[in-house]
């Protein structure tokens, strides 16, 4: 017995969204219905009823992990989240190129965004593996959008107990970073964040990118200001809890990041965009595929929650038309419910009527022999509420694993 | 989007209560059944399944508190249930006015409970701001029913890790309170403690209430004995978490206080008195008046505990009646599901067939444009356990505020 979780990011929505229906409902969604028929519904809080989930922290409660326990804030699943490759007790920063005025003495922060700059990713490989300190700590920066980035800093004897080197207002000098705690892991730290940040200031301030700007009268990104440290959990791979291999199909960085931490093979599946303009017959392939070696197959489909941030509730609903004839049209008809437990949800509820995540309840089925049937007609929140699975909160893989009879007993 | 939260306490009861079906059942309805229709139901365990519930701590994890993690003692929320006002950080204990003997040297108890004296209130009077330790440290001690009340102590480097001064047996000598712990704050508050002791015997054995009991033969309320050292917990405000003005409507002095903790702002309406005789249409005003001003108001009725703890099923069933056509007959009417979400439901289960608080989950109905609605026709136990909302424990003014877009997210 073998299991895959697709999860539909943003999936949930609410009777506001779409004439007083939620897109899924609005969807005509034929092998979602069927695969509703044969198995089961249930109402999944990603985190606890009332809270509104992250993207990094609903995951984590998917995947099986407390979030209050394991989440050290976003610094490190920002890292993640913007593809660097994060272990776990690697010290993270969330980061900004910025304009400084060097006043003779202090750097002097004139706008913490640089302009906005477009140039990120050309000024980022100027910081490439800038290892300090004898080489047994490495520096790894990594571009995001616009100004954004982050930093990570791997080696023994690291804190992220320690202050932002962001001044977090302009008219200040870029600030030192300090240990918060009296301790040699938090002093080491600041010292090396400190030395970090004065050679980030010589490699880009006479960088080719920062001379154009300042010909065009542009404000330059000659410092990176750090800000939010957090240190990456060790997480107890789910891979190896259950002593299994898993597989990950997904587009966007941070859903591979999570799914890597818990232990899971990351594929690169060609045409996996992350977006509305995803391949999902591709995903659907590449899943099916990855169930002939791995017992977990882990599917995650993003355009459901960009449509909903944008508040398209039709592109939403769409999105959903597409998943079902797409992903599930093929695949559903293929899997064996003898051979395969499958469960279909979202991560969180982004009703395109709020545009952003909220905290309702997210429809979630379980498909395959082992699942008791319940009386439920169609995939939607209305059906879900009133699913055989009753109302839960997050550990889908555990159950998904659970029915394939894998894991160890907690006692005797 | 506005949120109402209105508790009838000890609302949920049993099929054993009256003639085969609960209270809410049996009684007639037709205005909660209504905006049953509209809405959703579920089940709410008010702790936890099969965790019998105290007000106090029932309250706690309605306002989305873990009463595992908060809940520091009956001291602490008997001195808010009596009026007190208790702030984080105070040490409060229960006190009994008591009857005690100078045998020369020792004050020997002869009476605990000092004739369950009814001057409670006199000899408190006596006792108001006994402030000792140069004026750092402030008692203040009120008078509850009979010999019962409590006493707060405010002031810095104070603990709560400190024995009790009631010896818990007549014959025996009022005990010395002595720290739990070596500990600085710990004996510093038992000497305090044991100098107030003192000082409240001086003030109370020739006090006039105990001469006149003296004369007429009755065991007189000369000491005041302690027991149970809590220290109030800090409670993280609800509306300092959502940003948010918040109004408490109540009779009730420990709902009052619970509420007060959680940062609302209690609201003076005449009328409302804690108990079956309370103006439930002056309730239901003020409770519309307070939307306009706050993003969350709190409703207590309490009668229906009342008749449920004196064994009167029909009280019950009856005051159920009232609040459904005082309290909700014109407000259902004149809230617009477009503006407010609605949250009906009890702090625990008072089957009248048991006369106290039991573990069985109380209903709960949620109403407004946000909400998905389910199949039920109508309000009452069995309805709300076949409701789309499913079961779950607690967290009902986070998952109101959820519906109200309100709160940050906990990830990104």
């Not at 506001?16 to 969604?29: K, R, S």
């Not at 092998?31 to 509104?52: F, K, T």
């Not at 920063?93 to 050309?122: H, K, M, P, S, W």
């Not at 080696?155 to 918060?180: I, Y």
Request: glycine share 12%.
């Amino acid at each position: 017995m073998k299991a895959m979780l697709v999860i539909a990011d943003g999936l949930g929505g609410r009777p506001t969204d779409w004439n007083g229906a939620t897109c899924l409902e609005q969807a005509e969604t034929p092998h979602m219905d069927r695969l509703a028929r044969e198995g089961a519904l249930g109402l999944m809080d990603p985190i606890a009823p009332g809270v509104r989930p992250g993207s990094d922290t609903s995951h984590l409660s998917i995947f099986g992990y407390d979030p209050a326990e394991v989440y050290t804030g976003r610094g490190a699943f920002e890292a993640l989240g913007i593809g660097l490759n994060v272990r776990g007790g690697d010290v993270c920063f969330r980061a900004n190129f910025a304009t400084v005025e060097d006043t003779g003495g202090d750097l002097i922060v004139r706008d913490r965004r640089a302009g906005r700059l477009a140039e990120g990713q050309e000024l980022a490989e100027a910081l490439q593996e800038l290892t300090l300190n004898d080489g047994d700590v490495s520096f790894t920066f990594r571009a995001s959008t616009e100004h954004r980035g982050a930093l990570v800093l791997r080696g023994p004897g690291l804190s992220a107990e320690v202050t932002d080197s962001d001044p977090h207002e302009e008219g200040k000098p870029v600030a030192v970073c300090k240990p918060q705690r009296e301790s040699d892991e938090a002093r080491r730290t600041a010292e090396l964040v400190n030395a970090f940040s004065r050679r980030a200031y010589e490699l880009l301030r006479d960088h080719p990118v920062n001379r154009a700007r300042r010909q065009q009268g542009k404000p330059e990104g000659n410092v990176l200001l750090l800000r939010g440290a957090a240190v990456m959990p060790h997480l107890d791979a789910v891979t190896e809890q259950y002593r299994i291999q898993g597989s990950c199909i997904a587009g966007g960085a941070l859903y591979k990041g999570v799914a890597g931490a818990a232990g899971l093979t990351v594929l690169d599946v060609p045409g996996v965009t992350g977006d509305l303009k995803t391949d999902l017959s591709a995903k659907a392939q590449a899943a099916e595929r990855a169930l002939e070696s791995s017992q977990l197959v882990f599917v995650h489909i993003k355009g459901t929650d960009n449509a909903a941030h944008d508040g398209e509730a039709e592109e939403k609903s769409r999105f959903i038309e597409r998943i079902d004839k797409e992903f599930f049209g093929g695949l559903a008809d293929r899997l064996s419910r003898g051979d395969v437990v499958l469960c279909f949800s979202g991560d969180h509820s982004t009703p395109p009527a709020v545009g952003e995540h909220t905290a309702d309840p997210v429809p979630a089925l379980f498909w395959g022999a082992p699942i008791r049937r319940d009386a439920c007609e169609k995939f939607d929140e209305i059906a879900a509420g009133a699913g055989g699975l009753g109302r839960f909160s997050g550990r889908l893989v555990p159950q998904l694993l659970g029915y394939c009879d894998l894991g160890g007993k907690f006692g005797a």
